[in-house]
């Protein structure tokens, strides 16, 4: 993917959030978080993983980003899905299972699609 193409991908992704009714960036907070995802956004399920050169902690730090993103766009409380350690843990299994079996119907889908339909499975949205 050429840089000029990731630049527009970037801008497009920055103007959709500042403009979808439900996504305004609201705080700072959130707009930091905005602006750790753009950089990683490109990602499909094949390139994260080419890309991580076997480091395990690269592709959690690009899901999670991705994933924040999600719920906040969401504006998802996790705390109404689960109370408790252990029912965050049962949350955390079944997003995997649904990120794993997104990502095995289509490498080349685009990581932030498979992971807000994990976070869409996983709460029963």
Not at 93 to 101: N, V, W, Y
Request: aromatic residues 4%.
């Amino acid at each position: 993917m050429t840089a000029l193409r990731l630049t527009q991908m970037k801008t497009a992704l920055a103007s959709l959030c500042m403009i979808v009714p439900g996504m305004a960036i609201a705080d700072e907070a959130a707009e930091q978080m905005v602006q750790d995802a753009l950089p990683v956004m490109y990602h499909t399920c094949a390139t994260v993983v080419e890309e991580s050169d076997g480091d395990e902690a690269y592709i959690f730090a690009v899901v999670e980003k991705m994933t924040a993103l999600s719920i906040y766009n969401r504006q998802i409380d996790i705390n109404d899905h689960a109370s408790t350690d252990e029912d965050k843990a049962k949350l955390r299994e079944t997003f995997i299972a649904a990120l794993r079996e997104g990502c095995a119907e289509d490498q080349h889908a685009l990581l932030g699609g498979v992971i807000d339909n994990a976070v869409k499975t996983t709460l029963g949205l």
